[in-house]
């Protein structure tokens, strides 16, 4: 028997061994003619001449869960029922052939097993992977605004632990092998070039065996009594989803309903049987794929896939190989970036500061980064004095001369950056590229002298540069197609999500930000309180307020962005006269201590009352945190179609990714330009007159929303 999607093998002892491998697709995925399929390949494994069942992959991947792009087919909840009734009916079959059938069912798994091909997973008898750092396994789905809807939100928490479970499901996070091993996730790790034949050993040697149907054993241990303890009785079980529950709506502020959903689907699953949980599960993810959140966060998921294939222009240009990366500036952006090159990209680095303390707090910051890299098991020792033996550091500009490219992460100064490309030219070889990290100077002043502006770019990161996943490129009209190409390889090769903008002051991540926090001080002028500023935000979705973003950023720093957008833009740009009055009490923030927030020994503690009297401020009033959330979200969103209508932007997909990844808007608002498609362009319009109205020309609807409100476009 063949079939389309299966490569099918049986044995003289009966293993039958199947490969996923989607005909249509470069990975495996569960899209509908694939899951169709499971069934006639479900009827070929009953036949009594199959003994034992092996299944693995035929691509680099097990099964990396749903093909997305089904869900936005789907307008109804009956749909979405039948959709997954129809990948129920399969799965619950294959796990019926060990549990009733007495047939063994071996699970090789390399490389992405996640979601809908963890589920697949957890219906076999035995679960072997790879020891590849390729190998993730999970259930991500509320990733994208949904539960895991085979079966996971059941199969996953029997086997595994309620808590262990809830966690994996709730926080949507992958684990690696070694994780999964430790859980009881997967019963054995072995080189993934001996992983099939494992599997199929594993599969013969339990045929006829009495534990064949049985997953592993749990010891006595004080662990094992403790979850026996908590998980089977019920007041246990109430303690424990209360807690989930509680921490859930702390991290996520109430803002997402699918791990609502999920912790639901698992306590009912746990209380009244699997049964019940499994219909509980097809219909909440019946409800959540219908939702505005669930859209939005595919929309990012789809527009983060498209970067993925992105060169960054629009030519043939190919970009250069880069094996060698130099940063100038030791200190956490310098180090950080230096980190990422080496670690990610496998780049031989070698750091420049003006002197061996300098030097030697660069190097350091690179050996904390991969030091806790190796305390999660991401590397071994050997891997860790491979990197650490790759980076070097010096004084001066030894080492310079076969330097791929040059990262500049020095004082956003106009004229000490002109002089460290100037230096950059005179040691290094033609086609060597000078990547600015700066914030907010235009890459074409700082290339204003430059010999080689081709050769010039921004690479603009944010910290700290280990976690922020986001790079904004910054192009000039002399930067080389080759130039762009190249420095997106290398961002991507860090692991960033690269978007490619175009230069002007500020960019776009830097210049939406301005109005952004323009308005907070607007705010705090009027008679707002800090709390009701950043608790407005954080309510509306952003994970910190403008006024904590300022701290933590560094008030002085933001002052000195403040003077150049505003010298930029002109009156548009202008906040109030705040931050001369903050400088002046030398309040910078986190930093030393003193800025809108207490400090102790770096811990923050709450808002500096005193802040209003260093500013000459009366009384705190009452401000509807609705209101403020609409004046500061409007002002965000028409910088960012201003920034798309002055080419700044090379589309709203970017926009929409560089304010998610880069900026922490909210994403289950999907971006400021999908925040305005949900809204209507005419709506958002409307509500910009209102605000200007009342608050000024700062609000002049951009005219691009104009357009588009008018022609009743959408951005997405």
Not at 648 to 663: C, E, H, K, T, W
Request: hydrophobic share 40%; aromatic share 6%.
């Amino acid at each position: 028997m063949t079939f389309k999607n299966f490569h099918f093998d049986l044995d003289d002892n009966g293993v039958a061994t199947v490969l996923i491998d989607r005909h249509d697709e470069a990975i495996n995925t569960l899209g509908e003619e694939l899951v169709l399929e499971l069934t006639p390949l479900v009827d070929r494994l009953e036949e009594p001449d199959v003994r034992a069942v092996v299944i693995g992959s035929a691509k680099s991947d097990f099964l990396a869960g749903a093909d997305i792009r089904m869900f936005g087919t789907i307008s109804t909840p009956d749909e979405a029922i039948d959709a997954l009734k129809a990948l129920h009916a399969p799965y619950d079959r294959l796990e019926a052939l060990h549990v009733s059938g007495g047939k063994p069912v071996v699970m090789a798994i390399h490389g992405a097993c996640l979601g809908g091909g963890l589920e697949l997973a957890l219906t076999g008898s035995l679960r072997i992977s790879s020891d590849s750092d390729r190998t993730q396994i999970g259930q991500p789905e509320v990733q994208l605004g949904l539960i895991p809807g085979g079966g996971g939100t059941q199969r996953l928490p029997e086997l595994i632990g309620l808590a262990a479970g809830l966690e994996m499901i709730v926080a949507g996070k992958p684990v690696r092998h070694h994780k999964a091993r430790k859980l009881g996730l997967v019963d054995e790790v072995v080189p993934r070039e001996i992983l099939l034949e494992i599997a199929q050993r594993r599969a013969a040697e339990a045929i006829d065996a009495e534990t064949a149907d049985r997953g592993p054993a749990m010891s006595l241990s004080t662990k094992s009594l403790q979850r026996l303890a908590l998980e089977k009785n019920p007041a246990g079980r109430k303690v424990l989803f209360k807690k989930a529950t509680e921490m859930m709506m702390k991290e996520t502020g109430g803002h997402y309903p699918a791990p609502k959903r999920a912790i639901e689907a698992v306590q009912i699953g746990a209380e009244h049987g699997r049964a019940a949980g499994i219909a509980a599960e097809i219909r909440f993810f019946a409800e959540l794929v219908l939702t505005h959140e669930s859209a939005a966060l595919r929309s990012i998921f789809f527009a983060t896939t498209s970067l993925k294939a992105d060169s960054g222009v629009d030519s043939d240009a190919t970009a250069r190989s880069v094996d060698h990366v130099a940063v100038l500036g030791g200190g956490l952006m310098g180090g950080g970036i230096a980190a990422v090159s080496a670690v990610n990209a496998g780049a031989i680095v070698r750091i420049k500061e003006i002197d061996t303390t300098g030097v030697g707090r660069g190097l350091g910051y690179v050996a904390k980064v991969v030091a806790k890299r190796a305390k999660r098991r991401r590397m071994s020792t050997f891997e860790v004095e491979q990197i650490m033996n790759r980076v070097t550091g010096s004084a001066t500009w030894a080492g310079f001369g076969n330097t791929d490219i040059v990262v500049e992460a020095v004082f956003e100064d106009l004229d000490l950056k002109r002089s460290m490309l100037k230096q950059v030219e005179t040691v290094t070889q033609p086609g060597t590229i000078f990547a600015s990290n700066t914030s907010s100077l235009p890459i074409t002043d700082i290339a204003a002298e430059a010999a080689r502006p081709e050769d010039v770019i921004g690479m603009h990161y944010f910290s700290p540069v280990e976690k922020m996943p986001l790079l904004e490129i910054v192009t000039t009209k002399k930067t080389s197609d080759e130039t762009t190409a190249t420095a997106v390889a290398v961002g991507k090769a860090q692991g960033k999500t690269v978007i490619v903008v175009n230069d002007g002051t500020g960019f776009y991540t830097t210049r939406v930000l301005g109005p952004y926090s323009n308005e907070a001080g607007f705010l705090l002028d009027e008679g707002t309180s800090v709390e009701d500023i950043d608790g407005a935000m954080t309510d509306w979705g952003f994970p910190v307020g403008p006024l904590l973003l300022a701290d933590e950023v560094g008030i002085d720093v933001g002052a000195h962005i403040a003077v150049i957008m505003a010298e930029a833009f002109g009156r548009r740009m202008e906040g109030p006269p705040l931050m001369a009055g903050l400088i002046a009490d030398g309040r910078k923030g986190r930093k030393n201590g003193k800025g809108f927030y207490l400090y102790d020994k770096g811990e923050r503690q709450g808002v500096d009352e005193s802040v209003y009297a260093a500013l000459d401020l009366g009384p705190r009033k009452d401000f509807p945190r609705a209101d403020i959330a609409e004046r500061m979200s409007m002002a965000f969103i028409n910088e960012a179609a201003r920034c798309l209508e002055d080419g700044i932007l090379r589309s709203a997909r970017d926009g929409d990714i560089g304010a998610v990844f880069g900026l922490g808007y909210p994403p289950f608002r999907g971006g400021p330009f999908w925040t305005i498609d949900q809204m209507g362009a005419e709506s958002v319009v409307d509500k910009l007159i209102v605000l200007a109205a009342k608050h000024g020309d700062r609000f002049e609807p951009a005219q691009i929303i104009r357009d588009y409100a008018a022609e009743d476009k959408k951005f997405r």
